[in-house]
């Protein structure tokens, strides 16, 4: 089993639609939580990041995170054509050395 | 540069080779970070180096796989006798300082072995 478990998709959406792309995980020691986006042939690119559980808010994004549940979420608010990418969630634990742990990703496609 | 570059952005090469990334971070940032993402893998870490520590090799699938950081700057993954499975494409990402939290990701150069 991996340490970080998301549904790859692909997700399809209409254009304006609520977006919710969740991540689970079984290492209880994650401690910093992200949220990547990537375009096709393209790097990722950091989204948003949170510490420890919580909710926190950019624009049009929202991240939750969950550690009793070990659950994460990303809310995309009206969404566009424009965010469809792949979306990949990526932790991290404190002072366990510096990778990041990512999960496989989950393709969106916004539709007009 | 204004972000992390990686070349080349695309690699063929045939089984049995020895291939050559090249990363080149965003200027000031001290640690560097490899890692190779599959069809339907995710992104798998390979290696981390920070300022002039040694570097974590915890993530290197095998022994063909090495890599190094000249002068605290560019970095080099090679790879040696390449292999069908080791085709993927191979990222870069640099950060400002060792805490690694925000990682900014190159392009990747896509291997492919034949």
């Known amino acids: 089993q991996k340490e970080v478990e998301q549904d790859p998709g692909p997700l399809s959406v209409p254009e304006g639609a609520i977006v919710s792309l969740n991540c689970t995980y079984s290492?209880?020691?994650?401690?910093?939580f992200m949220w990547y986006r990537q375009y096709s042939r393209k790097g990722p690119e950091l989204l948003m990041y949170?510490?420890?559980?919580g909710n926190k808010e950019d624009g049009r994004f929202t991240a939750q995170v969950d550690k009793s549940s070990k659950y994460i979420s990303l809310f995309i608010r009206d969404s566009q054509p424009s965010d469809s990418a792949t979306y990949l969630c990526?932790?991290?634990?404190?002072?366990?050395?510096?990778?990041?742990?990512f999960g496989t990703g989950t393709q969106l496609k916004v539709e007009l | 540069g204004a972000g992390v570059s990686q070349s080349p952005s695309n690699k063929v090469t045939e089984k049995g080779k020895d291939v050559e990334l090249r990363c080149d971070p965003i200027?000031?940032?001290?640690?560097l970070y490899w890692y190779r993402q599959s069809l339907g893998q995710g992104l798998e870490f390979l290696i981390y180096?920070?300022?002039?520590?040694?570097?974590?090799k915890s993530g290197l699938p095998s022994d063909r796989f090495s890599a190094e950081r000249t002068g605290g700057s560019v970095s080099t993954l090679t790879i040696q006798r390449t292999q069908q499975e080791d085709s993927a494409v191979y990222l870069c990402?640099?950060?400002?300082?060792?805490?690694?939290?925000?990682?900014?990701f190159g392009a990747g150069t896509r291997l492919s072995v034949l």
């Open positions: 990402a640099s950060s400002l300082e060792g805490g690694g939290n925000i990682q900014y």
């Open positions: 290492n209880s020691a994650f401690q910093y």
């Open positions: 180096f920070q300022g002039n520590s040694a570097p974590d």
């Open positions: 949170t510490y420890s559980s």
């Open positions: 990526a932790m991290k634990v404190t002072g366990g050395g510096n990778k990041l742990t």
């Open positions: 200027s000031g940032h001290t640690a």
